[in-house]
């Protein structure tokens, strides 16, 4: 890399796309420290490239984008195996809203993210479901309407294949998911907040859908259920266990990926963030991570 660029100088005007390729990376990846590691070494590609090569390349946006997006795809591949071996379920990592950026510094990957529906636990997770090249088709096209013709180069398959490929992904998410919504999800994931901190049972099974799924990620790293716990009396009880084990929890209403849900915390520290789906006024979904790698951008300071 070169000196200029080593000293955060932007020569070529291409620092200004790492706000895109972060976001692109997220989304494709579901991992934040993923997509920074791949918009690094997109960048890291850039520079290696030789100072006319450079200047040969009309729009360095673009290529930068088809790079990180071939990166992306590499690591989707391998992600698979990767988490076959992960302890427990893998879940996306959740993003703080930007009242929770606090702890964060300049330039961190999180404060470059744009918090839409395309960034929801519930879309995340159907992403996951996707082939690694319908997810790379359907991202670029139906979250970021990248043509089909640019989208080829990052796939590596014809236009009319990367089309097919953006069409079936599309359906996975039609099929699997309700559209997202803040107004009735506030109101109901505050409701879930007190009957939780007073261990009501009977209001947890009223606030949640007889069929609700609770899904976590410890990661290894931090206690979580192994397997997702299926009913919703389960899930109160269960949510009530972990109140009981856990004295002087503080639970509060934040915005994670961009929708009303709970972080857990003692001491100041962020143990736990909870994401929700809500359906009809009740809790369907809840995804909680609590893998500390994964809570690094809720971390604050002092």
């Known amino acids: 890399m070169e000196a200029a660029e080593a000293a955060g100088e932007d020569t070529d005007g291409t620092a200004g796309e790492r706000r895109q390729l972060i976001n ?38 673009a290529w930068l984008t088809t790079v990180t997006g071939r990166i992306c795809l590499d690591l989707l591949g391998s992600a698979r195996a990767r988490r076959e ?16 950026w606090g702890g964060g510094h300049e330039g961190d ?3 470059q993210l ?37 989208i080829a180069a990052v796939v590596g398959r014809t236009p009319a294949a990367c089309k097919q490929l953006a069409a079936s992904g599309r359906r996975r998410v039609r099929e699997a998911r309700r559209p997202a919504t803040a107004t009735g999800q506030a109101e109901a994931v505050r409701q879930v907040k007190e ?21 976590a990620d410890g990661g290894g790293a931090a206690g979580a259920a192994p397997h997702p716990i299926e009913g919703g009396a389960a899930v109160a009880r269960y949510l009530v ?62």
């Open 24 to 61: 692109v990376g997220y989304r494709l990846l579901g991992s934040l420290a993923e997509a920074e590691d791949a918009v690094q070494e997109a960048y890291a590609r850039w520079y290696a490239l030789p100072p006319r090569r450079r200047e040969e390349i009309a729009s360095p946006g």
């Open 85 to 100: 071996r992960y302890v427990g379920a893998w879940l996306p990592d959740p993003l703080p809203g930007r009242a929770e």
């Open 109 to 111: 990957p999180a404060d």
């Open 114 to 150: 744009v918090l839409d529906e395309s960034v929801t636990m519930a879309f995340l997770v159907v992403l996951e479901s996707m082939t690694p090249a319908e997810r790379v088709a359907f991202v670029l096209h139906d979250v970021f309407r990248y043509p089909f013709a640019e």
């Open 195 to 215: 009957a939780w901190e007073t261990k009501d049972i009977a209001a947890l099974v009223g606030l949640l859908d007889p069929a609700a799924v609770m899904t």
């Open 241 to 302: 266990a972990v109140a009981d084990r856990a004295p002087g929890l503080e639970l509060l209403e934040r915005s994670v990926n961009g929708l009303p849900g709970l972080v857990a915390r003692r001491a100041g520290a962020v143990l736990t963030v909870a994401a929700f789906e809500v359906a009809e006024g009740r809790v369907t979904r809840i995804w909680v991570v609590r893998n500390p790698e994964k809570l690094r951008p809720w971390e604050r300071e002092g």
